[in-house]
C-alpha cells in the first residue's frame, strides 16, 4: 500500500465518516467489461471499429464525454475521416450518445454482478456507522435496471450520484461533493474515496478526500474475474505492478487488488484520523 503523510488540527475529522464508491469495476462488474461491450458496439455500428485499449482510455468520465474523447483520438479520428469523408460533429457525438444509451443499458445488466468482499465492506461500514455513497460516469437514465440487481444482491448505497445530476463529472469533484452533501457529511477530509480509473482518483482528490485505488478488478487490468484467474502469478504479478505503478504516480493514498482487501485500510484511515491527519 502506498500512503501519503499529512497532518491536521481541524475538528470534526477526527473518524471516518463516509465512503463514496464507484461502480463498475470497484464495486460490481469486474474487469469493468459493460462500458467496453457498449463503446466498442457503438463504434463498431459507425463502421469505425476500436480496440478494447482504445475504448478504456477515458474511463471514468461522463459517457458523452467519454464518446467524444474517442472521437479526438487521433487513430479513430482518422478512421472516421477514412470511412466517411470528414471528421465527427457535434452532431454524430449526439446521435452516438442516444444510441450508445439502449446498448450501455443492455450490458449493465448482463454484469451487474457484485465483486467479491463488497458484502463484508458494507456490514464493516454499517457496524462502525460509517455512511455509504456511490457514484459513476454512467448516466441516470441507465442504471435503474443495476440499483435494482445490485439490491438484490445485498447492496445499496445511502446515496448515488450520477455525472448527468451535477455540472461537470470526474476528473471535478462535484459527484463526491454531492453524495457528501446527500450523506450529510460535515467534513469531507473524513471521507474515502475508491475508484478503479484515475479520474475517479483525481476526483477524491480535488474533492479533499482520502483516495484509494482499486487495480486488479477494474478498468486497468481490464479482466474479467475468470480471465484474471486464469493467469500465472508471473502474469499476474506483472499486470498488478503496472496499474499500482500508474494509481501511485496518481496520487492514490492507497492502492488495492479489489474491493476485497478494503477495510484494513479503512481501519489504517481511522487511526489516522484520530491522530490528527488528513489527507
Not at 467519454?66 to 449526439?94: S, V
Not at 455509504?132 to 445511502?158: F, W
Not at 496520487?251 to 474491493?259: C, E, L, T
Request: glycine letters at 8%.
Amino acid at each position: 500500500m502506498h500512503r501519503y503523510e499529512g497532518q491536521y488540527s481541524g475538528t470534526d475529522a477526527r473518524s471516518l465518516q463516509a465512503i463514496i464508491m464507484d461502480w463498475a469495476g470497484t464495486t460490481v462488474d469486474f474487469g469493468s467489461m459493460a462500458p467496453i461491450r457498449a463503446f466498442q458496439g457503438l463504434f463498431a455500428c459507425q463502421g469505425v471499429p476500436i480496440s478494447e485499449t482504445e475504448a478504456r482510455g477515458p474511463m471514468g468520465t461522463e459517457k458523452r464525454e467519454h464518446i467524444r474523447q474517442l472521437c479526438n483520438h487521433p487513430r479513430i479520428r482518422a478512421a472516421w475521416l477514412e470511412a466517411k469523408g470528414e471528421i465527427p460533429t457535434e452532431a454524430d457525438i449526439d446521435r452516438m450518445y442516444n444510441e450508445f444509451v439502449p446498448l450501455q443499458i443492455a450490458a449493465i445488466a448482463e454484469t451487474a454482478v457484485l465483486i467479491p468482499g463488497l458484502t463484508e465492506v458494507v456490514a464493516w461500514a454499517e457496524t462502525h456507522g460509517i455512511k455509504i455513497g456511490a457514484n459513476t460516469g454512467y448516466a441516470d437514465i441507465m442504471i435503474e435496471g443495476l440499483l435494482a440487481r445490485a439490491s438484490e444482491q445485498g447492496y445499496s448505497p445511502q446515496s448515488n450520484v450520477c455525472a448527468t445530476q451535477v455540472p461537470k463529472g470526474r476528473p471535478y469533484p462535484y459527484m463526491a461533493m454531492m453524495n457528501a452533501i446527500e450523506l450529510g457529511v460535515k467534513n469531507l477530509a473524513a471521507c474515502v474515496k475508491i475508484d478503479d480509473t484515475l479520474t475517479g482518483i483525481d476526483e477524491g482528490l480535488n474533492a479533499g478526500m482520502w483516495t484509494v485505488g482499486v487495480a486488479i478488478s477494474g478498468n486497468e487490468v481490464g479482466m474479467s474475474l475468470e480471465q484474471w484467474s486464469a493467469l500465472t502469478e508471473d502474469q499476474r504479478e506483472t499486470l498488478r505492478t503496472k496499474a499500482y505503478d500508474r494509481f501511485n504516480r496518481a496520487g492514490a493514498h492507497y492502492v488495492i487488488d479489489s474491493i476485497a482487501d478494503l477495510i484494513p485500510v479503512l481501519e489504517e484511515i481511522e487511526i489516522r484520523l484520530v491522530a490528527g491527519e488528513k489527507p
